[in-house]
């Protein structure tokens, strides 16, 4: 076997941040088991994300030039390929919608076992000791993989992007699609609710949850961001109420944010929220519950009523 191979993923011309993310963990249990780092692009632009992939803790980039965007049977058909001919000991995809869509394929292809929604993986005593939060993201779960080869699925944001300055070889794989078993093709892509800012970019968010209690209290949040500059979101109960619209939503059906600063008002941290923002750099916090779950992965934390915390806010940066 020749250790840990990652699939990386991009969408419209564009690597996702998951796919540097990959890169971290792979390295990690690479190094647990004295092997090395593959890391394999399909489609797209294989040159240019093969240059972009090439980071700290690559050994070797296979680039498989078929098609522009995911496609589920080419991506089962090239990955169950790869791994027949590096025979890594695990297989690494996120935890997205797309690596969700092909790799129980290719584990039942290669009859592997599967371990999905990750947010740790480790070498233990020559065991993979896979790690999932339960309990609405109340405790973490260690799981041992009872056989190697396996394929596992990492959420985004566990894991820090790998760092620039890799030297690792470029390689053009070896792999043969069958057309005939291809059932679909992607045509274009339709923007849904894209609304008038992208809160992925945003440096500072300020989020707003089921606390806020009525619709007429967005004003003040919105003060809150008039003073500060920041941008706001909010978690899914607020758009399902219709008060924000999607391109807003934080979390594992809205979007992932990685800000300098996450302000979250009245949210009490589902596991689905913590989700798409814990890559936050600093998280700040505001419930009147302690025992809330946002304050588990806080940086700072307020016990308090937000009517009363948020006028103090502005008073201060005002």
């Given at each position: 076997?020749?250790?840990?191979l990652?699939?990386?993923e991009h969408?419209?011309g564009?690597?996702?941040?998951?796919?540097?993310?990959l890169?971290?963990?792979?390295r990690?249990l690479?190094?647990?088991?004295d092997?090395?780092v593959?890391?394999a692009?399909i489609?797209?632009?294989?040159?240019t994300?093969?240059?972009?992939l090439?980071?700290?803790?690559?050994?070797?980039?296979?680039?498989?030039?078929?098609?522009?965007?995911?496609?589920?049977d080419v991506?089962t058909?090239a990955?169950?390929q790869?791994?027949?001919?590096?025979?890594p000991?695990?297989?690494?995809?996120p935890?997205?919608?797309?690596?969700?869509?092909y790799a129980?394929?290719v584990?039942?292809?290669?009859?592997?076992?599967?371990?999905?929604n990750?947010?740790?993986a480790r070498?233990?005593?020559?065991?993979?000791i896979a790690?999932?939060?339960?309990y609405g993201?109340k405790?973490e779960?260690?799981?041992?993989v009872?056989e190697?080869?396996c394929?596992?699925?990492?959420r985004?944001?566990?894991w820090d992007p790998?760092?620039d300055?890799?030297h690792a070889?470029?390689?053009?794989?070896?792999?043969?699609?069958?057309?005939?078993a291809?059932?679909?093709t992607v045509?274009?892509?339709?923007?849904?609710?894209?609304?008038?800012?992208?809160?992925?970019?945003?440096?500072?968010?300020?989020s707003?949850g089921r606390g806020?209690?009525e619709e007429?209290?967005?004003?003040l949040?919105e003060?809150?961001?008039?003073?500060?500059?920041?941008?706001?979101?909010?978690?899914?109960?607020?758009?399902?109420?219709?008060?924000?619209?999607p391109?807003?939503?934080v979390g594992?059906s809205?979007?992932?944010?990685?800000p300098?600063?996450y302000?979250?008002?009245g949210?009490?941290g589902?596991?689905q929220h913590?989700a798409?923002?814990k890559?936050?750099e600093?998280?700040?916090a505001i419930?009147?519950?302690p025992?809330?779950?946002i304050?588990?992965v806080?940086?700072?934390?307020?016990?308090?009523?937000l009517?009363?915390?948020?006028?103090e806010l502005?008073?201060a940066?005002?």
């Amino acid at each position: 076997m020749s250790g840990v191979l990652a699939v990386a993923e991009h969408r419209q011309g564009e690597l996702r941040d998951v796919s540097y993310q990959l890169i971290t963990a792979a390295r990690r249990l690479a190094d647990d088991l004295d092997s090395a780092v593959h890391v394999a692009i399909i489609g797209g632009e294989p040159s240019t994300f093969a240059a972009q992939l090439d980071r700290e803790g690559v050994d070797v980039v296979h680039t498989v030039a078929e098609g522009d965007e995911f496609n589920h049977d080419v991506y089962t058909q090239a990955v169950e390929q790869l791994c027949d001919q590096l025979e890594p000991e695990v297989l690494v995809t996120p935890n997205s919608v797309n690596g969700l869509d092909y790799a129980p394929a290719v584990a039942r292809g290669l009859d592997w076992p599967i371990v999905t929604n990750l947010v740790g993986a480790r070498i233990e005593e020559g065991s993979l000791i896979a790690t999932r939060e339960r309990y609405g993201s109340k405790v973490e779960a260690d799981l041992e993989v009872a056989e190697l080869p396996c394929l596992l699925t990492l959420r985004e944001g566990e894991w820090d992007p790998a760092p620039d300055g890799g030297h690792a070889e470029i390689r053009e794989a070896d792999v043969s699609i069958d057309g005939s078993a291809v059932g679909s093709t992607v045509t274009g892509f339709e923007a849904v609710a894209a609304g008038d800012v992208d809160i992925s970019e945003a440096e500072f968010l300020v989020s707003i949850g089921r606390g806020i209690d009525e619709e007429e209290n967005l004003e003040l949040i919105e003060e809150l961001c008039d003073v500060t500059g920041a941008t706001l979101s909010a978690s899914r109960p607020i758009v399902d109420n219709g008060w924000l619209p999607p391109n807003r939503q934080v979390g594992q059906s809205g979007k992932t944010v990685t800000p300098d600063v996450y302000l979250a008002i009245g949210i009490s941290g589902a596991v689905q929220h913590l989700a798409g923002m814990k890559g936050a750099e600093t998280i700040v916090a505001i419930n009147t519950d302690p025992d809330a779950p946002i304050f588990d992965v806080a940086d700072y934390g307020v016990v308090g009523d937000l009517f009363e915390v948020v006028p103090e806010l502005i008073d201060a940066f005002e």
